[in-house]
């Protein structure tokens, strides 16, 4: 266990060094700037252009930059906004429990739904609720998550006026029960729009884990002991399928704090997908490069915990 978590610790570093390389080197050839002429202000001088760059650094060659600023990843400081002049961290730190919040609720709703309907679907495989269920994830799978978003916020937030229309407030509350129903009620659309979307592929992908499950030899041979019903479900099903769904556990981490960028400019929720869509458009390089690293760190993360746990679990299995 111990070998092969240091084994993944460097993996993790050296993965880390080569997107960082990758999010540097694509930063600094993409087009424009935050410091263009014209785009900051269209009466900056050229002057005043050229003191901005240095202080923040950006008058260096690419190697001193790059290395100046990974030494300061290395302290966690992911340099200052261009925007707003506030500190990368202190941007994301601010941004992060809403975005956490959202995540955390709709990951834990989309894979116990989920769960639910890919087991079932496969035991009762070609019956109506099979049916159902097929048809069910191929709407939630192909319906766009912005295209959903928006009709809601038209049919229940504009005409029929039962949800707000977007932010995590309204200004009219006085009191505290009141503030904290008022902000679930804010979130129940884009909570919505974020389960619907993301249990279709899942569902599926487990009812043909089940299923793979349920027409395997070991199974028959556990029936033809007489063995059924929860037994069976509990002893067979769930650990057979259990690894690969870890492994989506997994992969979801980076989620988590990644948010929805479109979802959140679409309610103007203020988390982490609106701080990078807003970065993105104001061309906010350190704010962008934090984010891709973070997002970077919880995907290798989130394989590393997977494999941790798989690994508990079965002392053959080897990530």
Known sequence: MIRVALQKFFYVVLMLFIISVISFGAIHVAPNSFFASGELNPNI??????????VYGL??????????????????????????GKAVRDEILSRLPI???????????????????GIKSALLQEKKFDKFT???SLISYSMPSFYLALLLVIVLAVE??????????????????????????????????MIFGGIGSLSMY???????VLKSDYLFFAK????????????????????????????SLPGLIGGSVILESIFAINGMGLLFYQSALARDYPVI?????????????????????????????RG
């Open 160 to 193: 029929w006026k039962i949800f707000p229309i977007s932010s995590l407030h309204s200004p009219d509350i006085n009191s505290d029960f009141g503030y904290y129903l008022d902000f679930a009620w804010h979130l129940v659309l884009p909570i919505f729009v």
């Open 59 to 84: 008058d260096k060659p690419l190697h001193v930059q790059f290395f100046s600023w990974i030494s300061a990843l290395l302290q966690l400081d992911f340099g200052i906004s261009f925007a707003s």
């Open 134 to 136: 097929k048809q069910f």
């Open 224 to 251: 033809s002991r007489g063995i059924e019903g929860y037994n069976l479900f509990r002893y067979f099903i769930i650990p057979n399928i259990s690894p690969s769904i870890i492994t989506i556990l997994g992969l």
């Open 45 to 54: 001088t050229q002057d005043a252009l050229l003191q901005l760059q240095k």
């Open 206 to 212: 487990i009812r043909s884990l089940t299923l793979s």
């Open 99 to 117: 975005t956490l919040l959202i995540n955390c609720i709709t990951l834990v709703f989309v894979f116990v739904i989920a769960l639910f309907l």
């Open 289 to 317: 490069m934090g984010i891709l690293i973070i997002s970077a760190f919880l995907t290798l993360l989130g394989n590393i915990i997977a494999d941790l746990i798989l690994v508990k679990l079965n002392p053959y299995f």
